[in-house]
């Protein structure tokens, strides 16, 4: 049974139907003991982080939760769930006091630049469709790869995925003439995710953004995104433990895939 963690925040039906169409049997609780025996945890993304923080402190779900996770459960953030994820947060906290989060992974969330380093605006919140990056460590090979366990990116050979990123963005009306960004992804030369996560996801897919903090990135991102700055799109932690900035139960085929990629991970334990 997958945990669809309730902090009394928000609907999280489409996290649940989502996970039942990919094929897995997935319960919406707030109880922490049915946390604690879950065979895989999805904390969703609702809400701010110190309020967040507070409410799963209550209810006795954030230890439980971390024990899980520490243990090798399964588990996958989306959204501020991913923001949880790290040690503190600065989204409704006093100013200079971050709130705490599960502490597995380091550092603090902080508020998404409004400005670029050309000086441009940028609107936030980053609302909308956009792509997930290898992250940019991954692009020297005098660099060792980020996230995961081994590293996160490989070579792949021939433009396949590339294509497929393309024509699904096109599908979507997301751009005209054909013209896509620099950075979507070039036949034959570009690096593809190894992480789990994204079997069979390419680097330049679009998946569906609303937020207005971003995680720091570190040697446990996994995919990286640019709107005024880029940022930590993806996380791991450990084996099998995984958080992303997007929404996967909006983002379409793609996401309907992470979904399923996840369900596989939980289905193997």
């Excluded at 928000?10 to 025996?37: F, H, M, Q, W, Y």
């Excluded at 904390?43 to 409410?55: H, I, M, R, W």
């Excluded at 896509?180 to 390419?202: R, T, V």
């Excluded at 040697?219 to 990286?224: C, K, N, Q, R, Y």
Aim: glycine share 14%; aromatic share 8%.
């Amino acid at each position: 049974m997958i945990a669809v963690v309730d902090y009394q925040k928000g609907n999280l039906k489409s996290v649940e139907r989502g996970l039942i169409a990919a094929g897995g049997e997935a319960l919406i609780t707030a109880d922490a003991s049915e946390i604690a025996k879950a065979d895989a945890i999805v904390l969703p993304g609702v809400g701010a982080f110190a309020d967040a923080a507070a409410t799963m402190c209550e209810l006795g779900q954030m230890e439980a939760i971390r024990d899980r996770v520490r243990a090798g459960v399964p588990f996958l953030g989306i959204c501020l769930g991913e923001h949880l994820m790290f040690e503190h947060g600065v989204e409704g906290a006093p100013e200079g006091n971050p709130a705490c989060g599960l502490g597995l992974l380091p550092g603090t969330v902080v508020a998404m630049p409004r400005y670029d380093a050309q000086g441009k605006t940028f609107k936030v919140p980053h609302v909308g469709w956009n792509t997930i990056e290898v992250p940019a460590c991954n692009g020297s090979a005098e660099v060792p790869p980020c996230g995961g366990v081994g590293g996160n990116a490989v070579l792949s050979s021939g433009g396949a995925g590339g294509g497929a990123a393309r024509s699904s963005a096109a599908k979507r009306g997301l751009f005209e003439h054909g013209a896509f960004p620099d950075s979507a992804p070039q036949a034959g030369s570009e690096l593809a995710f190894a992480c789990p996560l994204f079997d069979g996801i390419a680097p330049g897919e679009y998946f569906y953004f609303t937020h207005s903090y971003i995680a720091p990135t570190g040697s446990h991102t996994i995919a990286e995104t640019t709107h005024s700055t880029r940022f930590t799109s993806a996380v791991q932690f450990g084996e099998c433990a995984f958080g992303v900035q997007f929404h996967p139960e909006k983002s379409s085929d793609a996401g309907a895939r992470v979904l399923a990629n996840f369900v596989a991970i939980a289905a193997r334990g």
